[in-house]
């Protein structure tokens, strides 16, 4: 009996040290009549969020809910997060929240929040905001997201994390370096992110977290001075953003030119003719096609498309390979790019030339023809000239796609794969019928574009690519 009391004793602890209840504002100092947003983060299996009437004097609206799902140490944590939001109108104190999590009661901190006239300047110990270089813009319109640290009076090197803000529908495009610099007294650390929405509507990029490390010297029992490190989180504002459908039919914006680049304009009779189409500028690259003319008469082959950045700019290079096989001379016809323009406000049209290709060895006029002429000749019906020549014209394509069908099938057996999650989802998004294909299409959507953190079923991914991938 004392073994069992003393487990339903541990029991009981470890479910109280897996329990976490914190409270956060995203500023601690406003103007008057700022909005302020307080975060309530809970951790556990059973818990009811309290009845919060007002903050601060202000009546609140229901709070919007989300769950974050992270990796901790190789464990999977899972927070509840609820966001209220108020005016500050006068420094006022927020005092303890109480919420009961797997039979254990819990209190956030006491928070303060301070508020300053229009003509006070804030001269605070640390600043973090969150700034977007356009709020108003287009599905698919690329924009800049700063984050910016500051610390006042720092003579040493700042130990800093940035942890990415969670974003509703919205595609992280790049990330790029902190940059470290000083503003009067404060040492500044900023790092931008390149973002492009994926849906129209009123969006949200909630608060950015940066961690700031802080090292103290403590003994330790044995009486030795250690140095311990500890970790404080500073939370930065909330941006909305307003974003507009692009006209219909159109899925590219931005600012681009295309080009159709050859080796050349000759090629041997069954040879494959290689084709280069290049687009380049500013723009949603990442929602550009496959493109595959269809040509009469002519075997198409299209590779991957590739995304690469121009060197000391930032445009941005999109390129794919095409493969032409016949065995009569042929035409590649225009390749056509319709966007939308930014700075015009109107749908443009892009189109390469057409570029005819000379096959030596092959005839300007119709093998079906000269075959049908010469079984005439020979007194042969229309009808079995056609199904001989038909015969013959299979068997030389098999000759023919041989090489190729081994490159094609390499190409597409490397072309979606269960780690590519984007290629993943192209694929599926045309079987959505099926009730399985929608359950992982969703999953999917949440993890490219929502920021979820729950894991794929691999086994399930596979099993569905198995399906359907040809």
Same mark, same amino acid.
């Given at each position: 009996?004392?073994?069992?009391?003393?487990?339903?004793?541990? !029991?009981?602890?470890?479910?109280?040290? =897996?329990?976490?209840?914190?409270?956060?504002?995203?500023?601690?100092?406003?103007?008057? %009549?700022?909005?302020?947003?307080?975060?309530?983060?809970?951790? @556990?299996?059973? $818990?009811?969020?309290?009845?919060?009437?007002?903050?601060?004097?202000?009546?609140?609206?229901?709070?919007?809910?989300?769950?974050?799902?992270?990796?901790?140490?190789?464990? $999977?944590?899972?927070?509840?997060?609820?966001?209220?939001?108020?005016?500050?109108?006068?420094?006022?104190?927020?005092? &303890?929240?109480?919420?009961?999590? +797997? %039979?254990?009661?819990?209190?956030?901190?006491?928070?303060?929040?301070?508020?300053?006239?229009?003509?006070?300047?804030?001269?605070?110990?640390?600043?973090?905001?969150?700034?977007?270089?356009?709020?108003?813009?287009?599905?698919?319109?690329?924009? *800049?997201?700063?984050?910016?640290?500051?610390?006042?009076?720092?003579?040493?090197?700042?130990?800093?994390?940035?942890?990415?803000? *969670?974003?509703?529908?919205?595609?992280?495009?790049?990330?790029?370096?902190?940059?470290?610099?000083?503003?009067?007294?404060?040492?500044?650390?900023?790092?931008?992110?390149?973002?492009?929405? =994926?849906?129209? %509507?009123? !969006?949200?990029?909630? &608060?950015?977290?940066?961690?700031?490390?802080?090292?103290?010297?403590?003994?330790?029992?044995?009486?030795?001075?250690?140095?311990?490190?500890?970790?404080?989180?500073?939370?930065?504002?909330?941006?909305?953003?307003?974003?507009?459908?692009?006209?219909?039919?159109?899925?590219?914006?931005?600012?681009?030119?295309?080009?159709?680049?050859?080796?050349?304009?000759?090629?041997?009779?069954?040879?494959?003719?290689?084709?280069?189409?290049?687009?380049?500028?500013?723009?949603?690259?990442?929602?550009?096609?496959?493109?595959?003319?269809?040509?009469?008469?002519?075997?198409?082959?299209?590779?991957?498309?590739?995304?690469?950045?121009?060197? +000391?700019? +930032? =445009?941005?290079?999109?390129?794919?390979?095409?493969?032409?096989?016949?065995?009569?001379?042929?035409?590649?016809?225009?390749?056509?790019?319709?966007?939308?323009?930014?700075?015009?406000?109107?749908?443009?049209?892009?189109?390469?030339?057409?570029? &005819?290709?000379?096959?030596? @060895?092959?005839?300007?006029?119709?093998?079906?023809?000269?075959?049908? +002429?010469?079984?005439?000749?020979? @007194?042969?019906?229309?009808?079995?000239?056609?199904?001989?020549?038909?015969? %013959? $014209?299979?068997?030389?394509?098999?000759?023919?796609?041989?090489?190729?069908?081994?490159?094609?099938?390499?190409? =597409?057996?490397?072309?979606?794969?269960?780690?590519?999650?984007?290629?993943?989802?192209?694929?599926?998004?045309?079987?959505?019928?099926?009730?399985?294909?929608?359950?992982?299409?969703?999953?999917?959507?949440?993890?490219?574009?929502?920021?979820?953190?729950?894991?794929?079923?691999?086994?399930?991914?596979?099993?569905?690519?198995?399906?359907?991938?040809?």
């Amino acid at each position: 009996m004392k073994n069992l009391g003393s487990v339903i004793f541990l !029991l009981l602890f470890t479910a109280t040290l =897996q329990a976490n209840v914190t409270a956060v504002t995203d500023k601690s100092r406003v103007q008057k %009549g700022e909005t302020v947003t307080l975060t309530l983060s809970i951790e @556990g299996e059973n $818990f009811s969020v309290p009845a919060i009437k007002s903050f601060c004097g202000t009546e609140l609206p229901r709070p919007e809910h989300r769950r974050k799902i992270e990796e901790v140490e190789g464990a $999977f944590q899972k927070t509840e997060l609820y966001s209220f939001r108020f005016e500050a109108r006068s420094d006022c104190t927020i005092e &303890p929240i109480l919420v009961e999590v +797997d %039979g254990v009661e819990h209190y956030t901190p006491l928070l303060r929040v301070s508020v300053y006239e229009d003509d006070v300047q804030r001269d605070e110990e640390t600043i973090l905001e969150l700034r977007s270089s356009k709020t108003d813009l287009y599905v698919g319109e690329p924009f *800049e997201l700063e984050v910016i640290f500051k610390k006042r009076d720092v003579h040493e090197e700042i130990v800093t994390l940035f942890v990415t803000p *969670e974003m509703e529908h919205v595609w992280i495009k790049k990330i790029y370096d902190v940059i470290n610099s000083k503003d009067g007294n404060y040492s500044v650390q900023k790092r931008r992110y390149l973002l492009a929405p =994926q849906q129209a %509507g009123d !969006l949200r990029v909630y &608060p950015a977290e940066v961690k700031v490390a802080y090292d103290e010297n403590e003994r330790d029992s044995w009486g030795d001075l250690k140095t311990k490190r500890y970790w404080q989180s500073h939370y930065s504002n909330t941006l909305d953003i307003h974003v507009k459908a692009l006209p219909e039919g159109v899925t590219a914006v931005g600012d681009f030119t295309i080009e159709m680049k050859i080796d050349t304009n000759e090629v041997a009779v069954n040879t494959p003719l290689s084709a280069r189409i290049i687009i380049q500028g500013r723009g949603n690259f990442e929602d550009i096609s496959l493109i595959k003319p269809a040509i009469n008469g002519v075997n198409v082959f299209a590779e991957d498309p590739t995304l690469e950045k121009i060197a +000391d700019s +930032d =445009q941005e290079r999109w390129s794919q390979t095409l493969g032409f096989v016949s065995d009569n001379n042929f035409t590649i016809s225009p390749i056509t790019l319709e966007y939308f323009d930014l700075k015009e406000r109107r749908i443009k049209t892009l189109q390469t030339e057409a570029i &005819p290709i000379h096959t030596i @060895g092959g005839s300007k006029v119709s093998n079906v023809t000269k075959m049908i +002429d010469k079984q005439k000749s020979e @007194g042969i019906t229309m009808e079995w000239a056609i199904a001989m020549y038909v015969l %013959g $014209f299979i068997s030389a394509a098999v000759l023919l796609i041989v090489p190729w069908k081994r490159y094609i099938k390499r190409k =597409q057996t490397a072309k979606v794969s269960t780690s590519d999650y984007k290629r993943v989802l192209s694929l599926l998004l045309t079987h959505k019928d099926d009730e399985d294909v929608q359950e992982m299409v969703e999953a999917l959507e949440d993890h490219l574009y929502n920021g979820s953190k729950e894991v794929i079923d691999q086994k399930e991914l596979k099993k569905l690519l198995s399906r359907y991938q040809k």
